[in-house]
């Protein structure tokens, strides 16, 4: 038995663990038991569980029967009596492999993941290359996180047999530990057995979009249109990966943006005539994340995404008889909040965002229900569920979620970002609560009619009216920052600069940014900064995840710091990602931080202020290049906000120059950073548009 259907082991047996002693009598119990495994094997669940349940009526003993009557039990969702079955006949016939491996099954289905896996060892132990028993034992293992020996487990089975299905399944674990070069080598292998194995040329093609090889990606979505012409998750993935992570020097961004918008009209237009068998191979699967690291509105670009993401969420939905959702009527009753994130730990979201409202709404006023979506806890999660009224997690399917929130009755269902995970768009994309809001954990307009408001923030949306142009939701600017911030306390640790490979004395300047958020077109700035500043050294760090997009962002730095006669190696430092103490310790010793233009920081800004660092900064034209503009402004450190380049050049000289003018910034901030503290002004607004909201005013 494993999740992919009935047992594969069929065989009559020659003896049972209590045969009838007439031969006739033997003979006819056999052919029972084998009538009952044929229909087994043809999905006749029913009809085979009669007659496992007749041979047992007769001979309580017979192990066939015990056994595979348990796995009916499993396949109908009936573990516990599957459980029991089981090992009933593991305790007549101890050394079947298969039986250990089942029970297995049986025991991860209700959450036993320890004990599901010791009965895989033990089937494995039995025949230590009993396929079914490595395969189960991988899915047990990926799902208790441990994907590093899940991995292994695929290893062993290509040993045995190298198969497309396995190398593809071994690629998705590499991936998924960011082992992208690796994850690529099994793709490779998987499509070279199997040509026409779907699933191994779309994450082939999505890793490597992820790496930053979008044209690469582009021939292996291709590639999948021209093996199936019907598929619209392969059409939508070739549209979006023809985005570059990472732009070239030389890449037209008005060209990127115009081919977007016509294959998303034509993708649109194809919907038309063409079904889409399940929806869910489409939404979320691949979304247009960076089009937000182009500084232009795209609201003309995700609104008709957002509607197509809705139309088809729409269809899933009427398939899958999702219920409609009750009236729920505001009186004495507490206003219920669902939040739906899959960041429910510690994560930039978290962090900005969604740890104020559980901090500081107002618990006799307002419920707080939460569908945790992820697989991280942390203290952070415990947090979360010391504060709400019912905090839901686990894995779940996209359906099994979308019940659990219409049934929970929530009165508004706020999603803090969309973006960054597959199944929050899926759910987002519904209408499961009769209103709907979403937040700047990824700071864009939506784009779908199912998201009513748009929490933001008066410090990032300046003026209102022109801010609203920018989305399809309504805007709701929050006072201030929009958000309560806690600050956190972290470990002092002591980092010698030296010894991670920077010179002493020289002004170091910190450039955090993840890599897609330097734009080619600010690539100058850094230059103009270096021929000013001789020693100026220019700190970054590769990100976890994709190693690949950092490589490629100094390879383009690197040249145009050549190009001006400048040496990049005096002036381009990159070193791993650090710690948040090792990280303190770096910025506490450091002359500037270098806010990334167009797309701006807000948590890494944050954590430069508490360590007193100066940050330089243009404003830009669109909230998500206004976190740091609005964060200085509101400690009255004006001066920091620049309005263009060419300022933003003259600001960062003078501070990596003048140490007196550095010091005079670093004790303005100290002074004034208690003012970007335990902000209550944003709940208490939220808390008023929340029951307005719901009040129908």
Known sequence: MTKRGPPNIFEVPQRTASAPSAPNAMAALIMQVQRAMALHQQGKLTEAADIYSAVLRSTPQQVESLHYLGVVRHQLGRHDEAVELIQKAIKLKQNDPSAHSNLGLALYALGQQQAALESYDRALALDRNFVDALINRAIALKGMGRLAEAVGCYDRLIALRPTAKWFNARGCLQAALLRYDEALASFEQAVKLQPDLLDAWSNKGGTHYLVGQHRQAVEAFERGIHLV?????????????????????????????????????????????????????????????????HAQNNRELLAPYGQICARLMAQWAQQNGLAPLPARSIGVSKIRVGVVSAHV??????????????????????????FHLGTTEDAQTALAKA????????????????????????????????????????LAAMRLAHRQAASWGHPETTGLPTIDLYLSAEGFEEPLAQAQACYTERLVPLPNLGCYYEPDAVPVQEVNLADLGLKAGAPLLV?????????????????????????????????????????????????????????????????????????????????????????????????????????????????????????LKRMGLDELVQQGKDAYVESAVRLASDPAYTGLMKAKMTAQRAVLYRDTAPVRALEKVLQDWCEGQ
């Open 511 to 631: 450039c955090p940014g993840s890599p897609y958020k330097y734009a080619p077109e600010h690539d100058h700035v850094l230059v103009d900064i270096a021929k000013r500043v001789p020693g100026a050294q220019f700190l970054f760090f590769t990100v976890p995840g994709p190693q690949n997009l950092s490589h490629l962002l100094q390879k383009r730095l690197s040249e145009r710091f050549q190009a001006a006669g400048l040496e990049p190696a005096r002036h381009l430092v990159v070193m791993p990602w650090q710690t948040r103490p090792q990280f303190y310790s770096i910025m506490r010793q450091a002359d500037v931080f270098l806010d990334t233009i167009g797309f701006s920081g807000f948590n890494t800004v944050m954590q430069a202020v508490d360590c007193a660092l100066p940050v330089v900064t243009v404003q830009g034209e669109f909230m998500r290049g206004r976190f740091a503009s609005a964060i």
């Open 229 to 293: 012409p019907g598929s619209a998750g392969f059409r939508l993935k070739r549209l979006v990966s023809r985005i570059p992570i990472i732009q070239d020097a030389n890449d037209d961004v008005a060209a990127i943006r115009a081919n977007f918008a016509s294959d998303l009209a034509a993708f649109g237009q194809w919907l038309d005539h063409n079904p889409v068998p399940n929806p869910l191979d489409v939404v979320g699967s691949c979304q247009p994340f960076y089009l937000a690291y």
């Open 387 to 426: 504060r709400a009224t019912v905090f839901h997690s686990g894995t779940k399917t996209t359906l099994e979620w979308a019940r659990l929130i219409v049934a929970s009755e929530v009165d508004v269902l706020l999603y803090p970002e969309l973006g960054m995970d597959q199944l929050t768009p899926q």
């Open 345 to 370: 730990a510690d994560h930039p979201v978290w962090t900005a965002i969604v740890r104020g409202w559980f901090q500081e709404l107002d618990a006799t006023r307002f419920e707080l229900h939460v």
